[in-house]
């Protein structure tokens, strides 16, 4: 056969659509190449390394016989193979294994490599639990804080109801002017300011919410022999020592 010209206009005007059957020198030339791949893939040369590592192995794997001298010098001692080294047999059976390095890095990198690895761990593990802690003690001051705001919100209710009950005692006893102003509860028209009013005006005294708390109960007890806690108006100081648990809260509980 002629050799085809692919450049002709015979040949650019073949129909190559898929499915349709190639050129001859085409698929002919495509075979060669994957000929050529599979002979380049036999003939191809192992490393160095590689053919070192096969032969190692190979030795590895193999018993050792009588042509090696050590183990010759042993069956001169007695010894038998697969039999324990020693005289009474405790040693080991298996030669100690080779550890062959095949790194290029330098003797002790692989235990500094581990040991660094070893402190990364430990050094997340102290900062999670370093973040436990952090968080439990939020978690704990936040609980503290809601509770002291409740006791501080009671305190101030039970100071309201102290004050609503001095100012309708003394006014039975026709004391029309409080002995201390905070002694009674403010004007109707105080009691429609919002909660930042109340707040001011429960402050604006020296004297924090507890203590005119304990002041004022003093004074119930003493002037008009009334417990706030119990809320029982007694007959005299003997009756109300010997009846009321005490001036506060935590008594009567």
Not at 110 to 136: D, G, P, S, V, W
Not at 238 to 245: F, Q
Request: hydrophobic fraction near 25%.
């Amino acid at each position: 056969d002629e050799e085809e010209d692919y450049m002709s206009d015979s040949f650019l005007k073949q129909d190559v659509r898929p499915g349709l059957p190639m050129v001859r020198r085409v698929k002919e030339a495509i075979q060669k190449e994957e000929k050529q791949k599979e002979a380049n893939e036999k003939n191809r040369q192992k490393s160095i390394k590689e053919e070192e590592k096969e032969r190692r192995d190979l030795v590895l794997k193999s018993a050792l016989g009588n042509e090696n001298k050590g183990f010759a010098l042993l069956q001169k001692m007695g010894y038998k193979s697969g039999q324990a080294l020693g005289k009474s047999g405790e040693g080991i059976v298996e030669p100690i294994p080779l550890n062959i390095k095949t790194g290029r890095s330098g003797l002790g990198h692989e235990e500094l490599k581990k040991r660094k690895a070893e402190e990364k761990l430990e050094n997340y593990r102290q900062k999670l639990h370093m973040k436990k802690q952090a968080n439990e003690q939020a978690a704990d001051q936040f609980r503290i804080r809601l509770k002291n705001k409740q006791e501080e919100r009671k305190m101030e209710g039970d100071l309201r109801k102290s004050q609503r009950a001095c100012q309708q005692l003394d006014l039975q006893k026709d004391i029309d002017v409080p002995k201390e102003t905070w002694y009674w509860l403010g004007p109707e028209e105080e009691d429609k300011k919002d909660e930042e009013d109340k707040e001011d005006e429960c402050t604006s005294s020296d004297l924090s919410v507890s203590e005119k708390l304990h002041i004022l109960t003093a004074y119930l007890r003493d002037k008009h022999f009334y417990c706030i806690w119990c809320g029982t108006t007694y007959e005299g100081s003997e009756d109300l020592a010997s009846s009321c648990p005490g001036d506060s809260a935590a008594d009567h509980d």
